[in-house]
């Protein structure tokens, strides 16, 4: 029975594990189609979503994600923030580089679709900041949609040169995705930020290079929406209506949006307005008006309706209609109130605030980590380098405390060995006057052994008493002619040597110093101890360097020498002058 119960187990454990596998094979499905097919990517998602219960947590919110973004292709409008925020918050810490661009970037369309421009802006800067554009399987296509939405928004608060940047950034990432109707897409786009900017030569360039572009590669439809801004362009000025007949022809002929009445949709009617500027143009003010008229739609803004009124009122100008000039002026004026300017004008400002204060707290903020990080690794490599030569250190000094043993101890040994030949050779001299019974001779031999042993003792101790009293004693010719200090009066006297000496010159002169003259540095550590200046500087006197060299040596002011000699002075001979110094020093040396 055991064993049937470990079957059934089994067996539904492999049942799961395949549809797990059903449940990530559709989702990679949905996956595929969302480029080109968003909405049979939401089906295939709605579908799975039937499941959901059985979805673990991480796939569950990979399931999510694809479905915001299917939504989100298929111009559903977000109304909240929620499933955005939880899916950044998730993928932040469990999701791949991909995944966080994606969830940061469906955040953004959450709050552009609600209205919050700035935290829209935010969003897709976060989205930028956690791309890895060096990753081989990188999505550049979803970083091209962030810089193009990022783009709108620019757009809608009329920051124009923030848009023309991130237009260009779009088209940049779409072109390393292979996306080249996204790539064309953002570069006609940008023209209408050049045209507000009142340069229509740039915005000209940049649709006629979008149209040649979308018809070469067989976007066709796209070319005939993109050359209404062109259109727009030509009829404004009036030496170009011929090149905005031709254009407006081609659009009517080509374009699928008319029915069967040859009638625009409502989103589209912009067009009417082109049309009725040609119509102007060429002095046809009964089309003209006509045209005009046809931008209305019921439910129009002031904004959209200020076109119409525009064109309204000038073909009204022109015919000298007191009336209507009168009643459309007013109705223009309404579309342009100043207020509503103003208002704009202080919006855009403030806009233009928040984003500038956002990107430089973020730049602030980034470059604080980035400080951080470097302080870090400096510290560390410090750390490690103060360990490796601690660890030099210590195998330096076991290494020559053993040499220095194993010195000592053959110095033992061959001592040791020495004396047992001594003495073995003595024994046997000593055996052999015993064999031939010489008593005398042996009594003899070590008397006279006694008498050399004691003059031997007696030489060794006047000798070492020589060497004692000779350590207690200056040899100032012994210093002067020393190497080192032949080399500190050759710097001072050679303009080519390097007048400065460096802290080893230092220590070997003071060294040489201790050991031709060790009564007088006795003195200079006794009762009140010179500094390591007022060291030097006497040293240096005694060598017969001049004061305005010794402060060239010792990188000091003249007064600080003149001082410091004074300061020594007191403390060696308790004199309160600095000029007597040299003659101190060297009487001193002389008597010792």
């Not at 010179?530 to 005694?542: D, F």
């Amino acid at each position: 029975m055991k064993q049937l119960a470990y079957i059934v187990i089994l067996l539904m454990g492999l049942m799961a594990c395949g549809e797990r596998q059903e449940y990530r094979d559709a989702l990679l499905r949905a996956e595929a189609a969302m480029g080109d097919h968003p909405d049979s990517a939401l089906q295939i998602l709605d579908s799975l979503g039937e499941h959901e219960q059985e979805f673990g947590k991480h796939f569950r919110m990979q399931y999510l994600l694809h479905r915001t973004n299917a939504q989100n292709k298929t111009d559903v409008k977000f109304t909240s923030d929620s499933i955005a925020k939880e899916l950044v918050d998730h993928f932040d810490s469990h999701g791949t580089t991909n995944e966080r661009v994606l969830a940061h970037y469906l955040l953004g369309r959450a709050y552009s679709d609600m209205g919050e421009a700035p935290k829209a802006i935010n969003s897709f800067q976060n989205a930028i900041n956690v791309a890895d554009t060096t990753a081989n399987d990188f999505d550049f296509y979803t970083l091209g949609c962030v810089y193009s939405q990022m783009a709108t928004v620019y757009h809608r608060q009329l920051l124009l040169t923030n848009e023309i940047d991130a237009r260009k950034k779009a088209s940049h990432f779409a072109f390393r995705a292979n996306k080249l109707q996204w790539v064309f897409y953002n570069q006609a786009m940008s023209a209408g930020a050049y045209i507000l900017l009142n340069k229509k030569d740039s915005a000209e360039l940049i649709l006629k290079s979008a149209l040649e572009q979308y018809r070469k590669h067989g976007y066709i439809r796209q070319a005939i929406r993109y050359s209404r801004p062109l259109i727009h362009l030509y009829t404004e000025n009036p030496q170009r209506l011929a090149e905005a007949k031709t254009l407006m022809d081609q659009y009517e002929s080509e374009s699928d949006l008319f029915d069967e009445h040859h009638e625009l949709p409502p989103s589209h009617r912009l067009y009417y307005y082109y049309k009725g500027k040609y119509y102007e143009g060429v002095h046809k003010l009964d089309s003209a008006e006509y045209y005009y008229r046809k931008v209305y739609r019921p439910g129009m803004s002031y904004t959209s309706l200020d076109p119409m009124y525009r064109g309204l009122l000038s073909v009204f100008s022109q015919r000298h209609q007191a009336d209507s000039i009168a009643k459309y002026a007013q109705l223009y004026c309404m579309a342009n109130d100043s207020s509503i300017v103003l208002k704009d004008r202080d919006v855009i400002a403030q806009m233009t605030t928040i984003y500038n204060y956002s990107r430089s707290q973020k730049e602030a903020e980034q470059e604080r980590e980035k400080a951080q990080k470097t302080l870090n690794l400096l510290g560390f490599i410090i750390l490690i380098a103060i360990i490796l030569l601690l660890v030099i250190i210590v195998i330096s000094w076991l290494y020559r405390k053993n040499q220095r043993e194993k010195k000592e101890r053959i110095a033992k040994l061959e001592e040791s060995l020495n004396s047992a030949k001594r003495q073995r050779s003595i024994v046997q001299e000593e055996l052999r006057k015993l064999k031939e019974n010489d008593y005398e001779g042996i009594i003899a031999e070590k008397e006279r052994q006694e008498a050399e042993l004691t003059k031997t003792i007696k030489r060794l101790q006047a000798e070492n008493s020589t060497y004692i009293h000779s350590k207690n004693k200056n040899s100032l010719d012994d210093f002067l002619d020393s190497k080192i200090a032949q080399l500190f009066v050759k710097k001072a006297r050679d303009k080519f040597e390097r007048p400065i000496p460096t802290e080893a010159e230092w220590d070997l002169l003071l060294s040489q110093f201790s050991k031709d003259n060790p009564a007088t540095f006795k003195s200079f550590g006794e009762s009140r101890s010179l500094s390591q200046l007022e060291q030097r500087i006497c040293i240096l006197l005694i060598l017969g360097i001049s004061e305005k060299t010794i402060s060239t040596m010792t990188a000091s002011q003249a007064s600080t020498v003149s001082n410091a000699k004074a300061r020594a002075n007191e403390k060696l001979f308790g004199k309160k002058e600095a000029h007597s110094l040299k003659t101190n020093l060297i009487h001193d040396l002389r008597q010792s």
